[in-house]
């Protein structure tokens, strides 16, 4: 882990940071690119639960070559939480209470630590030996692996309905549109919804602003549209999913969450699935969530470097972030796409594909770094969103960590 030479901050209430423990290794590839507490979950990412619950903003402790990216902040108090961990009334209760030099626990899992200015610099996760620690003895969600965002999505949903839209009226959404369970929808500025099914009787939907849900979508909550997202004609949507923002989805969607700026936008079956920011699935794209024998689904596990199991029948595509595929793939049950990877042909490729590969079931070759830039930076502007030099040094530091992978 590094910590930057940040000069301490004075302030009155206590600094948060959000950590990063074993959880980023087994998270990856939707880690490769961003720390633990941004993954999407629910409404909002890890972080924006945390913020929103503390009222503080916080920073981060991460893995080096994403430090720049995502940098610590140190004041004289300082509350490192478990950027896995979603937050809880009762364990910020016992977080905020903690005393200097003390950490909650959980069995073997680390919650909190509350450390000096002096001390926060050299805190790591896993050698807290020079603490004292209290035992938190209620229960809290962790996201360990990818296939826990889908899991637990339509919980996180229900959590954030009520966090983000408290004090706050609904848009009108009844004209034009055939609703079920009104009082469960929420919908916010901006919105634009005709002629659309949806069905609350299951879980709160939540529609965010400047989001567009077209002709003839069905939709049955628990289920998340965030901001500047879009719907397409005729998408079938079946909670618990989460659209993250700036994305569009079309065809038939199962209990998936997009963590943004990615499209699903055509016809084609996408169920219990993961998709990073940045990539496109083509048209009539189809994932598996089951296998043919109904048994249960194993997923490539980047910390055992080793395929797991996931104690799950139904599981379908992790995907990293600026992955894409072309029309018609298919993808088999639980597999999992590293970042940065173009997947087009015909059949189904295998189960791992990992980060920069170029091809497709015939075989894969290296994505150029050169190449993959220029796209990133192509499809990034269309957002107005700048491809910086930080960005480069990120995607260059996964290409080297990934070798070994690609020339399996």
Known sequence: MLIQSIPVMTINKPNYILFDDYSWHQLLPLTYTRPS?????????IKEKWEHRL??????QTVDYLSKKFPIKLSED????NGSVLPGTELIKAIENLNTDEALVSDKTVIAVRLSGEKAPGFKYDTPKFLSSKNFPGSFIKIDYPWHIFEHNGTAITQDFTLVTRNKESEDFIRNNHIQHPENIFVEKGASIEFATINASFGPVYI?????????????GPFALCNNATVKMGA????PTTIGPHSKVGGEVNNSVILGFSNKAHDGFMGQSVIGEWCNLGADTNTSNLKNNYAEVKVWNYNT??????????C??????????????????????GVNSNIFGTGYPRNF???FSWGGPGGFTTYALNKAFEVAESVMERRKIPFTDIDKEILQSIFNTTEKYRIR
């Open 37 to 45: 507490c941004e993954i999407r979950v629910g409404i909002l990412t």
């Open 55 to 60: 009222k503080s903003e916080v920073s981060f």
């Open 78 to 81: 300082n509350i490192f939480i």
């Open 208 to 220: 965010g602003k400047n989001t567009e849900i077209m002709e003839g979508a069905i939709i049955r």
């Open 236 to 239: 079938k949507i079946y909670g």
């Open 305 to 314: 470097e080793s395929f797991v199991k996931t104690g799950l029948q139904f």
């Open 316 to 337: 379908g595509l992790i995907m990293g972030d600026h992955s894409k595929c072309g029309i018609n793939t298919m993808f088999n049950s639980g597999t999992v796409v």
């Open 353 to 355: 594909i990992p980060s």
